[in-house]
């Protein structure tokens, strides 16, 4: 009789420690996924978990366009009542846009209006297109609601700030200076300077110009 009860507690205890060991496991393996789940990191803008070291400057005209926004609304914030219209970044020596000026960075000051637009709208900012025609304008190739023409243009808008800037061509690049100025005193509120990197739209090229005259540049091999 008490060998058999002895037997039934040897079987008790043996399966006991079997579940307890296998409840165990169990909790080691949800402590495990918690720790794991707890390390990974949301993504806090699109661009914060790019490493700058990295990236090419080929194609990422976005990216030098996002982070010269983010330096010139650092500690400048939407006001409610407030209209911000972007206008052309130009050559700093001219204050106009030549066709005939081939520098690889031509268009960026086209880019880079439209880039501050997108930029200061998803900041909350109210910018006013003040290139917007009367009436959609349709033509055998195409329709639009956007025009140069001044006689097409709609009546534009009370405007509070503008957001412009200019460029300096180097030889590798282009300084941008991008500024913030009040459209009734004219002071300037917000000011932000980012290098653009020449190849941002086509890669080195073997010909280039440079004060109107022609050179050829090694490639690389």
Same mark, same amino acid.
């Given at each position: 009789?008490?060998?058999?009860?002895?037997?039934?507690? =040897?079987?008790?205890?043996?399966?006991?420690?079997?579940?307890?060991?296998?409840?165990?496991?169990?909790?080691?393996?949800?402590?495990?996924?918690?720790?794991?789940?707890?390390?990974?990191?949301?993504?806090?803008?699109?661009?914060?978990?790019?490493?700058?070291?990295?990236?090419?400057?080929?194609?990422?005209?976005? =990216?030098?366009?996002?982070?010269?926004?983010?330096?010139?609304?650092?500690?400048?914030?939407?006001?409610?009542?407030?209209?911000?219209?972007?206008?052309?970044?130009?050559?700093?020596?001219?204050?106009? =846009?030549?066709?005939?000026?081939?520098?690889?960075?031509?268009?960026?000051?086209?880019?880079?209006?439209?880039?501050?637009?997108? +930029?200061?709208?998803?900041?909350?900012?109210?910018?006013?297109?003040?290139?917007?025609?009367?009436?959609?304008?349709?033509?055998? +190739?195409?329709?639009?609601?956007?025009?140069?023409?001044?006689?097409?243009?709609?009546?534009?808008?009370?405007?509070?700030?503008?957001?412009?800037?200019?460029?300096?061509?180097?030889?590798?690049?282009?300084?941008?200076?991008?500024?913030?100025?009040?459209?009734?005193?004219?002071?300037?509120?917000?000011?932000?300077?980012?290098?653009?990197?020449?190849?941002?739209?086509?890669? +080195?090229?073997?010909?280039?110009?440079?004060?109107?005259?022609? =050179?050829?540049?090694?490639?690389?091999?």
């Amino acid at each position: 009789m008490n060998s058999m009860i002895k037997n039934d507690a =040897y079987a008790f205890l043996k399966n006991s420690g079997s579940r307890l060991a296998k409840v165990m496991s169990c909790a080691a393996l949800c402590v495990g996924l918690l720790v794991g789940c707890s390390t990974l990191e949301e993504p806090k803008g699109q661009f914060s978990q790019i490493d700058t070291s990295e990236v090419t400057a080929l194609g990422n005209v976005e =990216y030098h366009t996002y982070m010269l926004a983010n330096e010139l609304f650092a500690d400048v914030g939407p006001a409610r009542q407030s209209r911000y219209a972007v206008v052309g970044f130009v050559p700093a020596d001219t204050m106009k =846009y030549s066709a005939d000026h081939q520098h690889p960075l031509m268009l960026l000051g086209h880019q880079l209006e439209q880039g501050m637009i997108t +930029e200061a709208t998803k900041r909350g900012f109210s910018t006013q297109e003040f290139k917007l025609s009367n009436d959609i304008i349709v033509s055998n +190739e195409s329709d639009r609601v956007l025009t140069r023409n001044i006689d097409q243009l709609s009546n534009i808008e009370r405007v509070d700030f503008y957001i412009t800037g200019t460029m300096v061509y180097q030889e590798s690049g282009a300084v941008v200076n991008a500024r913030i100025i009040n459209a009734r005193n004219k002071n300037i509120v917000a000011a932000a300077t980012r290098f653009f990197p020449a190849e941002l739209f086509w890669r +080195e090229e073997q010909v280039t110009t440079r004060n109107g005259k022609l =050179y050829r540049t090694e490639g690389t091999r």
